[in-house]
Structure formats: C-alpha cells, structure tokens
C-alpha cells in the first residue's frame, strides 16, 4: 500500500488550496478514504472521508462548508479541496485509507501552511 | 459529539516495563476503538483495532481491552521501539481521537 500527498505549501488566511493524494498497491476503488490532520505539535483530527463509490461523505464540523473531499477512482486518486482557509488550518494532512471504520495506512502526509 | 480522554498524558518508563494507557470516552463506543502508534516525524501507526484485536504484524506484547466507555493500551515489556506517542480513536459515531499519550525513557 502507497499514499503520496501532495498539494500543500503557503497560503493566506481565506485563500484555498487543493490537496491530492496517489494511491498505488491495492484496489482503492473498494475502500472508503480518509483526510486526517495534526497540526504542529499537536495531536491527530480526523477532517473527512468518502465511500467507496463517493455516494457518502462526512466532515468534522469545524470545516463543513469548506472543505470538500472527492475522488477519482479511475486515477485511483483522492482530493480535498480546501476554501476559505484559517491559521487553525495549519497542518500536517494525511491521506488514510479506512478498513471498518480504523485508519489502517497512511501517507507521509502534506503541510498546509495558513499565515500572511 | 464523542469525546476521547487519554491517562496519563505523558508517561515515563524503563525497558522491560508493563505500561498501561487508558482511553475513556464520553458516551458508550461498545468496541470501536482503536489504537494507534505515533513516532516524531512518521505517520501513525495501526495497532489494535475493535478494542482488542491485534493488527498484523504488530507485536504480541500489545495487547487492547475494554468496551463501553473504558478501554486499556498495555504494553506487557516495553521495548526500545516502543518509545512514541499513542492515541486511541472511536469509530462508534464519526471518528474521534484521543489527545495522546507520550511514553517516554525513564
């Protein structure tokens, strides 16, 4: 199992930033996915997550309205599109791939940066 | 919302150890709870997975127990590799982690 994230760097309070994720060694087409975030020396908070097929999505609420999470099975590729960008945005994202509800592989994750 | 508590928050202890970490959540989660191993620099890692289930490849000195609200990490002789921070996590209702407990050498 691979997740490559990319997609992060710089960007200013309100501003957007699309994220991307690269799946690669199994069938990403049958798993729900995941975005999971740990801000600087903080602890881990989940952020959102897709079924299988994209028919069903969840977000924390502190970014509903925001953020969106999609993906493109065909690419075996993962997205989340982040609006309206906060300093509280700051953060290290993680693409995770999710077996019954767990977190069972990550990537090395991508730092989003929100600051002027 | 289910919230998710971790004791102690930081926890010092020698090689060969018996360590015990204890999560505890807000409201009933039955047994979706899972454990996860965190080293600086590196993505967490999966250990334990419905309260007590052990991941693959994980070592058999992990162990997991509890349901309900209360649940325990135990470690039955710490390791060298096993110095890093844990978090546990529900999947009962959304998902939820808990703050984190740092072992450290003692």
């Known amino acids: 199992v691979q997740l490559v994230e990319s997609g992060g760097g710089l960007v200013q309070p309100g501003g957007s930033l699309r994220l991307s994720c690269a799946a690669s060694?199994?069938?990403?087409?049958?798993?729900?996915m995941s975005w999971v975030r740990q801000a600087p020396g903080k602890g881990l908070e989940w952020v959102a997550n897709?079924?299988?097929?994209?028919?069903?999505?969840n977000y924390v609420d502190s970014v509903k309205g925001r953020f969106t999470i999609s993906r493109d099975n065909a690419k075996n590729s993962l997205y989340l599109q982040m609006n309206t960008l906060r300093g509280e945005g700051t953060a290290l994202y993680y693409c995770?791939?999710?077996?019954?509800?767990?977190?069972?592989?990550w990537g090395q994750g991508t730092l989003v940066t929100v600051s002027s | 919302d289910i919230q998710m508590t971790q004791s102690p928050s930081t926890l010092s202890a020698s090689v060969g150890d018996r360590v015990t970490i204890t999560c505890r959540a807000s409201?009933?989660?039955?047994?979706?709870l899972a454990w996860y191993q965190q080293k600086p620099g590196k993505a967490p890692k999966l250990l334990i997975y419905?309260?007590?289930r052990l991941e693959s490849g994980v070592p058999s000195r992990f162990s997991g127990s509890g349901s309900g609200t209360e649940f325990t990490l135990t470690s039955s002789s710490l390791q060298p590799d096993d110095f890093a921070t844990y978090y546990c996590?529900?999947?009962?209702?959304?998902?939820?982690f808990g703050p984190g407990t740092k072992v450290e050498i003692k």
């Open positions: 995770v791939r999710n077996r019954r509800g767990t977190h069972d592989s």
């Open positions: 996590q529900q999947y009962n209702t959304s998902w939820t």
């Open positions: 897709i079924k299988e097929d994209g028919s069903e999505i």
């Open positions: 419905d309260a007590s």
């Open positions: 060694g199994f069938m990403f087409r049958s798993y729900w």
């Open positions: 409201q009933n989660i039955n047994v979706w």
